[in-house]
């Protein structure tokens, strides 16, 4: 089993998303498996970790006042006025539009075989075949 495949067993072990059957399993595995077993322990600390940052005694509100204060401190903020920087936290959002790219046929009429210089590829490489062919028996 690959670490690929461990760590993401351990993702629905300790998110809870495994039946009865698989959780019992991975239980087992973890007694048996000391890599499995260190990869629930990783991923297990890390949630930890981010449920202790979690601060349930802030508002919303003084939260994206806090952000809002980290960003305007930051060195590419140092010409913008407050005023400028409160009216753009103040602005609405825009909506953003997918781009919708167009895109050409390829081939011209032949499909997918690359149309004129799909055929002189192949006729430069059917060549190439025939002269070692030839080369090779002539000599």
């Given at each position: 089993m690959t670490i690929r495949d461990r760590m993401g067993r351990a993702?629905?072990?300790v998110l809870g998303?495994?039946?009865e059957t698989e959780r019992m399993r991975a239980e087992r595995d973890?007694?048996?498996d000391p890599e499995f077993r260190d990869c629930v322990l990783e991923l297990a600390q890390k949630l930890q970790r981010l449920h202790d940052m979690k601060r349930p005694?802030?508002?919303a509100?003084?939260?994206w006042n806090e952000i809002a204060a980290r960003i305007a401190e930051l060195p590419?903020?140092?010409g913008m006025s407050?005023?400028?920087?409160?009216a753009r936290q103040a602005a609405p959002a825009r909506p953003v539009r997918p781009r919708i790219v167009a895109r050409r046929p390829v081939g011209r009429g032949l499909g997918e075989t690359g149309g004129r210089r799909g055929l002189v590829v192949a006729f430069g490489v059917v060549a190439v075949f025939v002269i070692g062919y030839l080369v090779g028996?002539?000599?």
């Open positions: 993702e629905d072990y998303l495994m039946d973890m007694v048996v005694d802030k508002s509100d003084e939260a590419q903020m140092a407050p005023e400028r920087l409160q028996y002539l000599r």
